[in-house]
């Protein structure tokens, strides 16, 4: 089946720690998204890439930041520098050629402990 | 940030009863309106979108109606189910560019 695979669903980090959450898709779409999502929230993007080795801030990129080296992958790292990190985090992906909406992946929810 | 308001924020519908949610915008360049659909734990998942060229588009139990000159379209689902029961996001955009959601509004329906 063709999508997006987000992991882990759950994921748990220490103050000071690094960690990254994964996003994979086999749609083969150029674009692809990183959205937080906060309870009673709408979706605010954090960082979106438009093809293989570019990558653009949103809205709220500071504390994150992420890579695009393959086309199917497009990794989130959240940094010590990000505050406030407990959140639920959607990757999403795109074909802009298609004028298809974007696809979304079932999310990581991140907890600080 | 471009602004998207929805309302209500919340709405409790008895069951076959009609659910109407409304989304307001402000970019008059925007030219897809879409409508997502999420459950607990799960991404958002394309619902139903119109495009600016039409004012009614309905597929099933799901209308959405569009008002250009009031910035304004709405999702409007017939004989609401429980199963209904999510959180909608409208996220009006424009192709080539980043597509901006609002803050949700979450249904339920009594069973």
């Known amino acids: 089946d063709g999508g997006i695979t987000q992991s882990p669903k759950y994921l748990f980090r220490k103050e000071g720690q690094n960690v990254t959450l994964s996003c994979e898709q086999n749609?083969?779409?150029?674009?692809m998204y990183w959205y937080r999502q906060d309870p009673g929230q709408g979706l605010r993007l954090i960082y979106y890439?438009?093809?293989?080795?570019?990558?653009q801030k949103g809205d709220i990129a500071e504390g994150y930041s992420v890579s695009r080296e393959k086309k199917e992958s497009f990794p989130l790292t959240v940094t010590s520098a990000q505050k406030n990190p407990t959140a639920f985090y959607l990757c999403?992906?795109?074909?802009?050629?298609?004028?298809?909406?974007?696809?979304f992946g079932d999310g990581t929810r991140l907890s600080i402990l | 940030q471009q602004q998207v308001k929805q309302s209500p924020q919340s709405l409790i519908v008895q069951k076959g009863g009609i659910s109407i949610i409304n989304c307001a915008y402000e970019?008059?360049?925007?030219?897809?309106f879409p409508w997502y659909q999420q459950f607990p734990g799960k991404g958002p998942a394309l619902l139903i979108a119109?495009?600016?060229?039409?004012s009614e588009k309905k597929e099933g139990r799901f209308t959405i109606s569009f008002n250009k000159s009031a910035k304004q379209f709405s999702l409007h689902i017939m004989d609401s189910q429980p199963g209904d029961s999510a959180t909608y996001f409208c996220?009006?955009?424009?192709?080539?560019?980043?597509?901006?959601f609002g803050p949700g509004t979450r249904l339920s329906v009594l069973p």
């Open positions: 890439s438009q093809i293989v080795n570019d990558f």
């Open positions: 999403a992906s795109q074909d802009p050629s298609s004028n298809q909406p974007q696809h």
């Open positions: 996220a009006p955009g424009s192709w080539g560019q980043n597509f901006v």
């Open positions: 749609l083969n779409h150029d674009a």
């Open positions: 119109i495009r600016p060229d039409v």
């Open positions: 970019n008059t360049a925007f030219d897809y």
